[in-house]
């Protein structure tokens, strides 16, 4: 804490005696009071300049905050067409990721109708020299809110979530752990179980929750006993442990699937997981 709140005094010293930077905003966690924050948080800081494409062709700036040990380097096509990143681990273990944004895309986000996701997550304003962020709109803190999923997405998800269950068979009945562990992990886990287990938080907080990115914060907002049965879900690399793994996912899968269903009042495809079960057994047994 005490090295990162150091760090963030350099760079806006820094800051105010640049002449290239015109503003700078600090974002993410560390300026959303409802955001969980410790000593691992990193810092967000976005630096808005005249000429950006200027300003990337030499990135020796970074040691001016200290020695960098570790560096990742993402030009405007990179990342997100408009802006630039150079996240940035220093030896003092402070990790920064600076966003590098033009004056005039900047002011173009400020005019939007609706804050940018970074800012709506929340910002605080360290340096403005131009009065360019006068008039920005305050963050709201809702655009990461969880969603209630539309019928068609539920149904979908519920489908996919079944179906994707045949390649894990499929894999572990071959010894295939590598395509097996992407199909468990990559998609059932990462497209399907997040997604159900986040709809499941936000029921019970009436749509007005995060649970930060990934089920970051899903531990927090579960009961015990359901946390244990999602920790079922994981596996090492021994086949009749991924199997093992594969019909907790069933089981968790029918649990959230069955409550969501009935209290967002859609259908759940009891006929299809039957059916997959079935497959799954016989996979299990060839």
């Avoid at 907080?205 to 990934?214: E, F, P, R």
Wanted: aromatic share 12%.
């Amino acid at each position: 804490m005490k090295n990162r709140n150091k760090k963030l005094d350099e760079i806006i010293t820094w800051a105010r005696n640049n002449g290239i930077i015109r503003a700078v905003l600090q974002t993410s966690s560390l300026t959303n009071p409802n955001a969980p924050q410790d000593d691992f948080s990193d810092l967000d800081i976005e630096l808005v300049m005249d000429d950006l494409p200027a300003f990337l062709q030499d990135d020796s700036w970074l040691s001016t905050f200290g020695k960098v040990i570790a560096k990742v380097a993402e030009d405007v096509d990179a990342f997100d067409g408009k802006n630039a990143m150079r996240m940035v681990l220093y030896d003092d273990y402070v990790k920064v990721d600076f966003k590098l944004c033009s004056k005039a895309v900047f002011i173009a986000e400020v005019n939007n109708e609706q804050l940018p996701e970074d800012w709506d997550v929340g910002y605080k304003v360290l340096v403005d020299k131009e009065g360019l962020t006068h008039h920005m709109k305050a963050p709201t803190y809702q655009s990461v809110i969880i969603e209630k999923p539309t019928e068609q997405r539920f149904n979908q998800l519920l489908n996919d979530f079944w179906w994707d269950m045949t390649y894990v068979a499929k894999c572990l009945a071959r010894d295939e752990i590598f395509y097996a562990k992407f199909m468990s992990e990559d998609m059932m886990r990462t497209d399907y179980l997040v997604p159900m287990i986040e709809w499941y938080i936000a029921v019970k907080h009436n749509w007005n929750i995060t649970t930060n990115k990934h089920g970051r914060l899903f531990k927090k907002y579960l009961p015990p006993a359901l946390w244990q049965r999602i920790e079922a879900t994981f596996s090492g690399s021994d086949i009749a442990d991924n199997w093992r793994a594969l019909f907790a996912y069933a089981d968790l899968g029918h649990e959230l699937g069955v409550e969501l269903a009935e209290v967002l009042g859609y259908q759940y495809p009891q006929q299809l997981e039957n059916d997959i079960r079935t497959y799954l057994a016989y996979v299990r047994k060839y």
